[in-house]
């Protein structure tokens, strides 16, 4: 994968973390026919569209770590060690 391909992939995968290039659109605040230029490489991913994606790839990603991680009140081991 070429570095010019990243932005192109992030992209993607925010697509699909939104379900849909419209809902994609309305988290970053572009249109969804300057959405389909960006993806399909006809045109370049602007830096900021590039960094807002990005940043909503890893808000999930956190999202997702903090729902499988045990509550740390809940002590761990559950049984009886003696």
Same mark, same amino acid.
């Given at each position: 994968?070429?570095?010019?391909?990243?932005? #192109?992939?992030?992209? &993607? &995968? @925010?697509? !699909?973390?939104? /379900?849909?290039?419209?809902?994609?659109?309305?988290?970053?605040?572009?249109?969804?026919?300057?959405?389909?230029?960006?993806? /399909?490489?006809?045109?370049?991913?602007?830096?900021?569209?590039?960094?807002? @994606?990005?940043?909503?790839?890893? !808000? /999930?990603? @956190? =999202? #997702? /770590? #903090? &729902?499988? =991680?045990?509550?740390?009140?809940?002590?761990? &081991?559950?049984?009886? #060690?003696?």
């Amino acid at each position: 994968m070429k570095s010019s391909d990243v932005p #192109r992939v992030a992209l &993607r &995968r @925010a697509v !699909e973390l939104c /379900s849909g290039i419209d809902a994609l659109g309305d988290a970053l605040n572009v249109d969804g026919d300057s959405l389909k230029k960006w993806l /399909s490489g006809e045109e370049e991913v602007p830096q900021e569209i590039f960094v807002q @994606a990005v940043g909503l790839l890893l !808000e /999930s990603m @956190a =999202t #997702r /770590s #903090r &729902r499988g =991680t045990p509550d740390s009140n809940d002590g761990g &081991r559950k049984e009886n #060690r003696h």
